[in-house]
């Protein structure tokens, strides 16, 4: 499928990717809460495979597979404990099966920084799986699986980064961020916060699980953190001095460039819903 879509230019290969990758995460999304679960899973894997060979290519050398499998056991657990199969006292596994990483290190010969190494590990759980196993404590924040919540989310963060694409591409001049990200501008920001607020209205109006003002808020949560989101992979991406986190995703780059707003705004989106 990528090798396909090479064919086409950037534009078009974003909005191919796009629609079907979209299709498919709102079909897991809206059939059933396993469906939702095989979705998220799928997307945190990879994107915990695509942090580690990132933070490979600048000579660091984290613990690729036990991170990636503390990232992948977190975001299950959280998944079961929300969906009262499995009782909150499994949260603090957490705990054990993160200290194991300095065990491991031991065993390890010849690293220069073994306790660098240590650190990005540990980044990569909680930069990438720990926001995705928070969507779980959002999608059950009512008791049950309630596909609105996740759905609205993504539609809004969707909304925004196309409305910031556009506006940014065709009006862009005044730069937003530029020592971090030179093609970012203003009138993109506000562009993607014009588009996230109208498909909040939207999504407000058809769905009930939130009062009016509580998708509003998301809305403001959503274009901030998609904001700072990208920024902060953009810093990421900088360090390392990459374009794109990955190619696995034409005209959108790999799973982090794709998810980064996400990944900022659901830890302030689930601590909104749980406090208020």
Known sequence: MTALLKKYNNLTQR??????GAAGIIFGVVYSDWTYFLIFFTICFFSLIEFY????????KPQKV????????????????ERNDISSKFYFLFFPLLSCVYMIKLYKKFERKPFTNIAFTF???????????????????KGTYNFEIIFGCLFILWASDTGAYFAGTYFGKRKLFERISPKKSWEGAIGG???????ALGIAYYFHTLAFWQWMVIDLIIIIGGIYGDLVESLLKRSIEIK??????????????????????APFIVAFLEIF
């Open 15 to 20: 909005i191919i990717t796009g629609i079907l």
């Open 53 to 60: 060979n990132l933070t490979g290519l600048d000579g660091l």
């Open 66 to 81: 036990f991170g990636t499998l503390c990232g992948v056991v977190i975001y299950c657990l959280s998944f079961f404990i």
């Open 123 to 141: 980044l990569g759980v909680f930069y990438v799986a720990v926001p995705f196993a928070l969507l779980n404590a959002a999608a059950f924040v």
């Open 193 to 199: 916060a014009l588009l996230a607020t109208a498909f």
């Open 244 to 265: 794109d986190s990955g190619d696995s995703l034409p005209g959108h780059g790999g799973f982090l460039d794709r998810f980064d707003g996400l990944l900022i705004s």
